[in-house]
């Protein structure tokens, strides 16, 4: 025979809910602290700033393919362009 103390255990529902309040909890005192909301702000920031600076990237270099694609379907007029672009290029690369 078990005694009424022995045993005993919360239900799974009691635990769970204490646990999520508890989380809540710790979280809401966490963001009134003003470390913790200056380092949200700034991830924010970072986040939107690095986002911008690879659409740039990824534009120039679709742009740029693109451009490819068009001087490839257009005539041999284009093409010879595009070889003495790279010639100009390749003299102002070398030191």
Known sequence: MRLAGQG???PIQ???ER???LT???VTLD???YYVRELLV???LFS???LFLALLVFAAVFLWWVSEQLADRSGPASR???AYSRRLIATYEKP
């Open 48 to 50: 939107m700033a690095f």
């Open 8 to 10: 005993d255990s919360l």
């Open 24 to 26: 809540v909890m710790i």
């Open 31 to 33: 963001l009134h602290s």
């Open 42 to 44: 700034s991830l924010a």
């Open 19 to 21: 646990t999520c309040g």
């Open 80 to 82: 010879k362009m595009i």
């Open 14 to 16: 009691k635990i769970s």
